[in-house]
C-alpha cells in the first residue's frame, strides 16, 4: 500500500502523521511511504530522517493525495483538502465529526473510508489513539490558564502557585477521565487548590486515592456545580462522550456568578466545546472575553508542544495503522473490532452512531458488510 503524510494546515498546527520511525515501520512491512517536503519540521523532524528510513519526499500536497491509498495525518481534514480526498482512499486522523457537519457531509459525498483516532475504543472505554492528545492538552490546560491569569492578558492578575502569605488559585476541572487528571496533576504541582467533578463515583474515589492532597473530588450536580465555578479562579472543561458532541455544562447565566477575569480553558472544543459560549479559537488568537470571564478555546491544544505531542501520537497510532496497511481497512476491522470502532464513514455511508445522533442521520448510519 502506499501510505501518504502531506504536511498539516491548520493554523499553527505543527504536529505530522508520521515520525521516521513509524514511516519505517510502514516500509518494513513492504509499503511504500511518500512524506511531504517540510512536513516534519515543526516537529524537529528533517527531511533526511525520513529519507534515512526510505522514505519518498514530494514537493505538493497535491500530488500525495493524488497517489496515497492510505493518507496519515492528525487533524482533520480542512476545506481547502476537501477536493484533495478520493473515493475509496483510507483516511486516517483525528476527526471530531460530531462537531463538524460540512465535513462529515464532506468525507460522505467523497466517498472516502474515514478511520477516526477519536473513536478507536477499547471494551473497557479506554481510548488508546485520543490518550496520548488529552494528557498533552490536560497537562497543558493549567499552564495556558496561569499564562493568561496575567493581567495584561485578560486574566485577574492572581499568580496561581500562591506565594507566602496569599492564597493560590481554586482550580476547577470538569470531568476526570485522560484530560481531567492530568490537568489535575499539573495544576495541584502549582500548589492550586483542585476540585475535580464527575458524575462517575468510582471515578471520583480512584483519583482521590492517586492524586495529591491538594485535590479535592466532587459529585457533579447543578448545586455543586454552581458553588464550584463561584469560587473558581481557572475551569478547566473536560468531559467526553466519546465520538459525539460535549454536553453544555456550563450556561451563560453560569457566568454572572463567576469571577471577573477567571479563565475557562475548554479541552472539550475539539468535541463543540461543553460551555454555551465556546467556539473555536487559534493559537494566533487563542482567547476571548464573554461576560468578564476569559475563554480559551484553541481546537488544537498539543500542536503548541509538537514534538511531545508528535512522537507521543506516533507510538499508539502506528499499531492500528499498521493493521489497515497490511490487511486492507475491510480485514482489519474484521479481525479488531476495537479498530473497527474508529470507522466513521465507508464509502458514503456513515457508521459512527453519535456522528449520526449530532445530525439526525441515525437512520442512514449502519456499519457495512464489508467489515461486519
Known amino acids: 500500500m502506499k501510505i501518504g503524510c502531506p504536511s498539516e494546515i491548520k493554523n499553527n498546527e505543527f504536529r505530522v502523521g508520521l515520525t521516521p520511525a513509524a514511516a519505517r515501520a510502514y516500509i518494513e512491512n513492504g509499503h511504500q511511504v511518500v512524506v511531504q517536503k517540510g512536513a516534519g ?52 486522523t483525528y476527526f471530531h465529526l460530531a462537531a463538524e457537519e460540512k465535513l462529515t457531509k464532506a468525507c460522505l459525498d467523497k466517498k472516502i473510508i474515514a478511520v477516526a483516532y ?119 472543561g473536560a468531559v467526553l462522550v466519546p465520538g459525539a458532541k460535549a454536553p453544555k455544562l456550563i450556561t451563560r447565566d453560569h457566568l454572572k456568578i463567576m469571577k471577573t477575569g477567571s479563565v475557562l480553558v475548554d479541552v472539550a472544543i475539539d468535541q463543540g466545546g461543553c460551555t454555551e459560549m465556546s467556539k473555536p479559537t487559534t493559537h494566533d488568537q ?9 475563554h480559551y478555546c484553541v481546537a488544537n491544544m498539543p500542536g503548541a508542544y ?35 470502532r474508529g470507522l466513521n464513514a465507508y464509502k458514503g455511508t456513515l457508521t459512527c452512531a453519535p456522528v449520526g445522533e449530532a445530525f439526525g442521520m441515525q437512520d442512514v448510519c449502519r456499519l457495512p458488510e464489508d467489515v461486519l
Open 41 to 92: 519540521l515543526g516537529s524537529g523532524i528533517a527531511d533526511e530522517e525520513y529519507q534515512n528510513v526510505g522514505a519518498k519526499l514530494e514537493e505538493s500536497a497535491q500530488t500525495i493525495w493524488d497517489q496515497a491509498e492510505m493518507i496519515v495525518k492528525v487533524k482533520e481534514p480542512l476545506p481547502d483538502e476537501y477536493d484533495l480526498m478520493r473515493p475509496e482512499q483510507i483516511i486516517y
Open 118 to 236: 477519536e473513536t478507536v475504543q477499547e471494551d473497557s472505554g479506554a481510548l488508546p489513539l485520543l490518550k496520548p492528545m488529552s494528557e498533552v492538552a490536560g497537562r497543558m490546560a493549567p499552564l495556558m490558564a496561569a499564562f493568561y491569569m496575567g493581567k495584561p492578558f485578560g486574566g485577574r492578575g492572581l499568580l496561581p502557585t500562591g506565594v507566602p502569605g496569599v492564597l493560590p488559585a481554586n482550580v476547577v476541572i470538569l470531568g476526570g477521565g485522560v484530560v481531567g487528571s492530568n490537568a489535575a496533576k499539573t495544576a495541584s504541582g502549582f500548589g492550586c487548590n483542585v476540585t475535580i467533578l464527575d458524575i462517575n463515583v468510582n471515578t471520583l474515589e480512584h483519583l482521590e486515592n492517586i492524586l495529591p492532597v491538594n485535590v479535592f473530588t466532587q459529585y457533579s450536580n447543578s448545586q455543586n456545580l454552581e458553588d464550584a465555578l463561584a469560587r473558581a479562579d481557572i475551569v478547566v
Open 286 to 294: 487563542p482567547t476571548y472575553v464573554v461576560d468578564g470571564v476569559l
Open 306 to 340: 509538537a514534538r511531545t505531542s508528535t512522537f507521543a501520537l506516533n507510538n499508539m497510532t502506528i499499531p492500528y495503522g499498521l493493521q489497515l496497511a497490511n490487511k486492507g481497512v475491510e480485514q482489519a476491522c474484521k479481525d479488531n473490532h476495537v479498530l473497527c
